[in-house]
């Protein structure tokens, strides 16, 4: 199947992002001066989707913004990204909004406030999913007792579409609905804090049911991949300054499910992974994705060379 013909349905938040890039995190009733400001549009669900569309495939977001005028123009710029945002679902006030504190070592700290974000439900993302008929459907930051329900419904409805699911914070909050729902996705994006936090061995043996791959991201350290035939660890990619992190675990989300849609193949699905996320991290915001001439031609190049470790 050609690039464009794959369809990504990516479910969760639409934010305005505002990012302040400062030397230090300020304390109570202090202040800081940035050395540099970035507004945007965000969201785990919107980065993913960007991404997807930078990619080469097409993306539909399914997800909740005001209707206010600051709403309008976070909706024009999203399609002027080629996401389709022509469905999205809307609600009295103002869009989530995220305020961004960046550190030159690309750590962050995050206030927000979710807005319209509050209005997405159960049943307009379904309505979305039967109207598109993804390939594959991307639940990013929700809740691991709503994804639950979400994916149960979906495999009511279709037992062929692959589900894949980056929980992001939420995934320490419950762990318990977590290993339900582990059971019921294709692929879990987890980054090194949340699997540590969540005791997890690195081990086939949290492979069950449609669960297929685990993608453990680990930042400058890269990435490892669980399996049902191996665990694999893979060396980041590192291409310039590390500018801004945020959305980079969206952007290797998206670079693993468009390149396994088309290969098959998990390893190289990883290795587009964390080329795709080492650009970002050089660029500010989601609009900062690459394009898919870009990883093609770095993943040429790098296929060989971006050193890879079997550890089982």
């Known amino acids: 199947m050609a690039q464009g013909k794959y369809k990504h349905l990516s479910t969760g938040r639409l934010n305005l992002d505002i990012i302040l890039y400062v030397d230090r995190i300020p304390g109570v009733e202090d202040r800081v001066y940035g050395r ?27 997800a909740c913004t005001g209707i206010d005028p600051f709403s309008r123009v976070l909706v024009e710029l999203l399609s002027s990204t080629g996401v389709d945002a022509s469905r999205l679902c809307r609600a009295s006030g103002g869009p989530g909004t995220v305020v961004v504190l960046s550190l030159p070592d690309g750590k962050y700290a995050m206030a927000s406030h979710r807005g319209a974000n509050n209005a997405l439900t ?57 290993a339900e729902v582990m059971g019921l996705v294709n692929h879990l994006f987890l980054n090194e804090r949340e699997f540590k936090a969540l005791e997890m061995n690195l081990s086939r043996s949290l492979l069950k049911d449609k669960l297929s791959a685990i993608v453990v991201k680990m930042g400058s350290e890269g990435a490892v991949l669980i399996t049902r035939d191996e665990i694999t660890k893979i060396e980041a990619y590192r291409v310039g300054k590390v500018v801004d992190t945020v959305g980079a675990g969206d952007v290797f989300d998206a670079a693993f499910n468009t390149y396994y849609l088309e290969t098959n193949d998990y390893l190289e699905a990883v290795r587009a992974g964390v080329i795709a996320a080492g650009i970002k991290v050089t660029r500010h915001g989601s609009l900062g994705a690459p394009s898919r001439l870009e990883v093609d031609l770095i993943l040429g190049k790098e296929k060989f060379t971006l050193r890879t470790e079997r550890i089982e």
Not at 48 to 59: D, M, N, T
Not at 133 to 139: E, F, G, K, L, S
Not at 141 to 158: C, M
């Open 122 to 178: 159960l049943d307009y993302i379904l309505e979305l999913y039967s109207y598109e008929q993804p390939d594959i459907v991307h639940v990013a930051g929700l809740d691991p007792e709503v994804t639950l329900k979400l994916v149960k419904r979906i495999e009511d409805i279709s037992k062929t579409t692959l589900i894949s699911y980056d929980p992001g914070r939420k995934a320490v909050d419950k762990p318990r609905k977590l």
């Open 36 to 62: 540099d400001s970035y507004i945007s549009i965000g969201g785990s669900a919107t980065n993913y989707a960007i991404a997807v569309s930078r990619l080469g495939h097409k993306a539909v977001l399914a």
